[in-house]
């Protein structure tokens, strides 16, 4: 019996893109299908574009303090005060928001216990420093131990490939209940 040639695999069709199980990770009560953070627009009377990077750094801090939130439901985080300021920091170095309406706030800090994601969806979205300036919907939230190198970038990249398809995205914000995300995500693995 001969083997059998495997052509490479191509990242251009999702049955074919080499991806880690990310449904394990995912558990629906870190699943948020509708994010409760409410961002006040400003006025006119605003003193100028200062005002207007603080409010937009104080409403990224609000949406990544409900999405901390959502991780200590885990009961797996050490300080969730702390867990926040690493994010703070992390998103202040540069944007997670990746376009397309996703952003994946993520940080390795000694807060998190294990390995850590969670969704939370947002509708109509929120401003969150987007490449190409469009409304962030789509939040996975990362947290792992500063020694967990592998799984973490593993994870991140096996996620940045599953969002490139427009279907997908589109079926991530389709979702009715939480575990309809795990489902999408187990379609793709």
């Known amino acids: 019996m001969g083997s059998r040639y495997n052509p490479p695999r191509r990242a251009d069709n999702p049955s074919q893109i080499t991806v880690m199980d990310i449904s394990r990770l ?17 006025n006119d009377t605003d003193e100028g574009a200062a005002r207007s990077a603080r409010q937009k750094r104080e409403d990224q801090e609000k949406i990544l303090e409900e999405l901390v939130d959502l991780l200590d439901r885990s009961g797996k985080i050490g300080n969730r005060r702390k867990l926040l300021i690493d994010l703070v920091n992390r998103e202040r170095k540069a944007t997670t928001a990746i376009g397309h309406g996703i952003a994946i706030p993520h940080v390795r800090s000694i807060q998190a216990k294990e ?20 409304q962030v919907r789509i939040f996975f939230v990362m947290a792992a131990p ?44």
């Open 26 to 42: 995912l558990r629906p009560d870190l699943i948020k299908l509708h994010m409760e953070t409410r961002i006040e627009a400003g």
């Open 146 to 189: 500063p020694y967990d190198d592998n799984l973490y970038l593993r994870l991140f990249k096996s996620l940045a490939e599953m969002l490139r398809f427009d279907y997908f995205r589109a079926r991530l914000l389709e979702a009715k209940e939480e575990r309809d995300i795990v489902r999408a995500f187990e379609e793709m693995e």
């Open 115 to 134: 390995m850590l994601i969670g969704v939370a969806l947002a509708d109509p979205g929120y401003d969150f420093d987007a490449p190409d300036g469009e």
